[in-house]
């Protein structure tokens, strides 16, 4: 018999929240690091207004997607890792058996109605074009385990950052869509090459850019660093980009902050 537990499986978002977040720690975080950097974006792309209700739906919308990838990964793809990581428990292992045609039913028809939500109070199909990528990536994520990985990862962080951006504002342009990619999917990546995973690493950033997890936030520090100057070099060229250096500086200080807090705890 199901429990209101299983309804993770269908509810946008609280798939994430249980297996992933957990905590109300993990929430401060994915907000700090995520909602809130974006929304700044797409409000600042959208001529200092924003509609907050586009933005829930539009995040809604980019997980009820991106947790179709975690509910195959965490009960498919795990049959066939020798070490899977288990998030799950047997009796909602079970219930999926059970009920995957619903699952992924019912999250579809969820995409949809929000998509056309999302179209409704203004947001721009070709937005939702790019969100619907989320899908096939990772699914193609969860069938390669090489190190081509590496890089579908990366474009899945690239597609669920510059989609919610994408909907929260009129217009987007390439070089927005750079600097997200340069503001959180590049650092992470940088740290996943760092560690031997599918059997490989990078030997040029375990030897010369992290070479010791201990050291994992004064490296994230010292990019947001780089990235902060660079991002001063291309104010000077177009002064429109001045919210590159807000975004980059929050993420520097909370790089920072954690690294105070390391210090303190040990």
Same mark, same amino acid.
């Given at each position: +018999?199901?429990?209101? /537990?299983?309804?993770?499986?269908?509810?946008?978002? @609280?798939?994430?929240?249980?297996? /992933?977040?957990?905590?109300?720690?993990?929430?401060? /975080?994915?907000?700090?690091?995520?909602? !809130?950097?974006?929304?700044?974006?797409?409000?600042?792309?959208?001529?200092?207004?924003?509609?907050?209700?586009?933005?829930?739906?539009?995040?809604?919308?980019?997980?009820?997607?991106?947790?179709?990838?975690? *509910?195959?990964?965490?009960?498919?793809? *795990?049959?066939? $890792?020798?070490?899977?990581?288990?998030?799950?428990?047997?009796?909602?292992?079970?219930?999926?058996?059970?009920?995957?045609?619903?699952?992924? %039913?019912?999250?579809?028809?969820?995409?949809? !109605?929000? %998509?056309?939500?999302?179209?409704?109070? #203004?947001?721009?199909?070709?937005?939702?074009?790019?969100?619907?990528?989320?899908?096939?990536? &990772?699914?193609?994520?969860?069938? *390669?385990?090489?190190?081509?990985?590496?890089?579908?990862?990366?474009?899945?962080?690239?597609?669920?950052?510059?989609?919610?951006?994408? *909907? #929260?504002?009129? %217009?987007?342009?390439?070089?927005? +869509?750079?600097?997200?990619?340069? +503001?959180?999917?590049?650092?992470?990546?940088?740290?996943?090459?760092?560690?031997?995973?599918?059997? &490989?690493? @990078?030997?040029?950033?375990?030897?010369?850019?992290?070479?010791?997890?201990?050291?994992?936030?004064?490296?994230?520090?010292?990019?947001?660093?780089?990235?902060?100057?660079?991002?001063?070099?291309?104010?000077?060229?177009?002064?429109?980009?001045?919210?590159?250096?807000?975004?980059?500086?929050?993420?520097?200080?909370?790089?920072?902050?954690?690294?105070?807090?390391?210090?303190? $705890?040990?």
């Amino acid at each position: +018999m199901a429990n209101i /537990r299983d309804l993770i499986f269908y509810i946008p978002f @609280s798939y994430t929240l249980s297996t /992933r977040v957990k905590t109300v720690g993990g929430c401060i /975080r994915l907000f700090s690091k995520y909602v !809130l950097p974006v929304v700044f974006i797409a409000f600042c792309r959208n001529g200092f207004t924003i509609d907050l209700l586009l933005m829930v739906v539009g995040l809604l919308f980019v997980y009820d997607l991106y947790e179709i990838g975690y *509910i195959q990964n965490d009960t498919e793809t *795990i049959k066939r $890792e020798l070490k899977p990581t288990l998030r799950l428990s047997d009796s909602a292992l079970v219930f999926y058996g059970k009920h995957r045609f619903s699952v992924y %039913s019912c999250r579809f028809v969820i995409a949809l !109605l929000l %998509s056309y939500l999302i179209f409704l109070l #203004g947001g721009h199909w070709q937005a939702l074009t790019f969100g619907f990528l989320l899908v096939p990536s &990772y699914l193609l994520y969860n069938t *390669i385990r090489n190190k081509y990985s590496y890089w579908i990862y990366m474009w899945l962080m690239m597609v669920r950052y510059i989609c919610l951006a994408w *909907i #929260g504002c009129a %217009s987007l342009s390439l070089i927005d +869509m750079l600097y997200i990619t340069l +503001m959180h999917p590049m650092p992470t990546m940088i740290v996943r090459f760092s560690v031997k995973r599918f059997g &490989y690493y @990078s030997h040029f950033v375990h030897k010369y850019l992290i070479n010791d997890m201990k050291y994992l936030n004064v490296y994230r520090f010292k990019y947001f660093l780089i990235l902060d100057m660079l991002c001063l070099v291309w104010y000077w060229i177009d002064k429109a980009t001045w919210f590159y250096i807000v975004v980059t500086t929050w993420y520097l200080l909370i790089s920072l902050a954690t690294i105070k807090r390391e210090k303190f $705890e040990s």
